[in-house]
């Protein structure tokens, strides 16, 4: 008798892949067992400073006039909402750092969540966002889609307090994140670097980076 097969899914319409091949090096190189903490931060804020263009790519622009030491001219400015960055903690952290490079006039909150050892369940210990995040695009930060089940519990909460424009970026995701989340929350474009194979008994990603939080701060 043949083996089961392992369930398929398929990618959801709302995943952009930033496949750029400097962040796909980069990459590379933080999934390394032997790079060290220092490293994997810096390949983090870099790749999370390309990353920041992407999902900042159709923001809405508007003319101004400018005078400049030959003439005046209309010139493009970015228009719209404000932005606010949420970091899911911890590792939201490490992605926190690079965006703030590139969009430095942001507001910022932050979700405590973490993962219960058995269910897998997303617990929240922490919240604490701006007041007018219903008047902001909110762009909820984790490195590691998983099972989706933190990211989705992230995004609920900036729902909840009335935000309505919203995007969420990863590092890496997992095909079973993608799909809960996707399913939670239909309306939310997924930014990622890498689609990995999938999640292991442990909830964690494969081939993935192991425990991003411990890479980024060297726990153990
Ligand atoms: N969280 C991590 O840090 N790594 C994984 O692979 C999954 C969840």
């Known amino acids: 008798m ?11 319409p709302s995943t952009i892949v930033v ?12 999934r390394r067992t032997r790079t060290p903490a220092n ?23 508007e003319m101004i006039e400018i005078e400049t030491p030959l003439t005046t001219m209309q010139a493009p400015v970015v228009a719209g909402k404000k932005l606010c960055l949420v970091s ?54 984790d490195p590691m889609l998983a099972t989706g089940n933190s ?15 919203i995007k969420f970026v990863s590092l890496i995701s997992a095909p079973e994140g993608l799909a809960t989340f996707h399913e939670a929350h239909p309306d939310v474009p997924v930014f990622t670097a890498a689609i990995d194979s999938h999640l292991n008994d442990h909830g964690y990603i494969v081939p993935g980076i192991g425990d991003a939080g411990d890479r980024i701060f060297g726990t153990k």
């Open 88 to 141: 899911v903690l911890r590792a939201g952290g490490g992605i926190l750092e690079g965006m703030l490079e590139i969009l430095p006039a942001a507001r910022v909150g932050h979700v405590g969540l973490y993962r219960d050892p058995v269910s897998l369940a997303a617990v929240e210990y922490y919240l604490k966002l701006p007041r007018d995040i219903s008047e902001r695009t909110a762009i909820v930060l």
């Open 151 to 165: 990211a989705a519990a992230a995004v609920a909460e900036v729902k909840a307090a009335g935000c309505q424009s």
């Open 19 to 30: 496949d750029h091949p400097m962040i796909q090096h980069k990459l590379t190189l933080m």
């Open 2 to 12: 043949n083996a089961p097969s392992a369930p398929t899914f398929s990618t959801p």
């Open 39 to 61: 490293e994997f931060r810096l390949l983090l804020r870099e790749i999370s400073m390309m990353m920041a263009y992407e999902v900042t790519r159709d923001m809405p622009m």
